[in-house]
C-alpha cells in the first residue's frame, strides 16, 4: 500500500502559524514611534547636560542655573534653553535637537545647579505632542527619568 502526500498535516500547518505570528511580534516590538524615541534621546541629553554644568558649577563656585524657553514658536534666532551662570568663553547649547518640544520646571522658573553639593529637589517636564517624561533629583543624586506615576518627592 502505497500512500500519496497531498498537502500538509495540520502539525506543519500550525508551526507555519506560530513562526509567523512570533516572527510580526518581533517586528511589532522593534517598531517603535519615533516621537517617544526622540524623546527619550533628548531627556538622556538635557540629564547629560544639567549634570555637566552642575559639576562646572562646583568646579568654578558660581550660581549655574538651567532656564526653559517659553514654548513659543521656534525661530531661527530664538532659544529653547539656556545656562546662566557659566563662563562665556565656554559654548553651551541652547537648541533641542528637533522642534517641537517643551520643557517646564516644576514650581520655579529654572533649575538651580549648584555651587553647593546639595541642591533642592528639582524636576522638569519634557512634553512632545501629547507625550511627557520627567526628570528628577532629590538635590544630591543626579537627575533621572521619572515615571509620572511616581510622587513628586522621590527620585
Do not use: C, Y
Not at 45 to 55: H, M, Q, V
Amino acid at each position: 500500500m502505497q500512500r500519496l502526500s497531498r498537502g500538509f498535516t495540520l502539525i506543519e500547518l500550525l508551526m507555519v502559524l506560530v513562526l509567523v505570528g512570533l516572527a510580526s511580534a518581533v517586528a511589532t516590538l522593534a517598531l517603535r514611534d519615533p516621537d517617544a524615541s526622540r524623546l527619550e534621546r533628548e531627556a538622556a541629553r538635557l540629564s547629560a547636560l544639567l549634570e555637566s554644568a552642575r559639576a562646572q558649577s562646583r568646579a568654578s563656585g558660581r550660581v549655574v542655573t538651567w532656564v526653559p524657553g517659553r514654548g513659543e514658536a521656534a525661530s531661527s534666532d530664538s532659544i529653547d534653553f539656556q545656562f546662566k551662570g557659566l563662563p562665556e568663553t565656554e559654548t553651551w547649547p541652547s537648541r533641542w535637537i528637533g522642534p517641537g518640544l517643551v520643557a517646564q520646571v516644576r514650581g520655579a522658573k529654572g533649575l538651580v545647579l549648584g555651587p553647593e553639593p546639595l541642591i533642592p529637589q528639582q524636576e522638569v517636564t519634557l512634553q512632545l505632542d501629547q507625550q511627557q517624561m520627567t526628570l528628577r533629583t532629590d538635590g544630591l543624586g543626579p537627575f533621572v527619568v521619572v515615571s509620572p506615576d511616581d510622587p513628586p518627592g522621590s527620585p
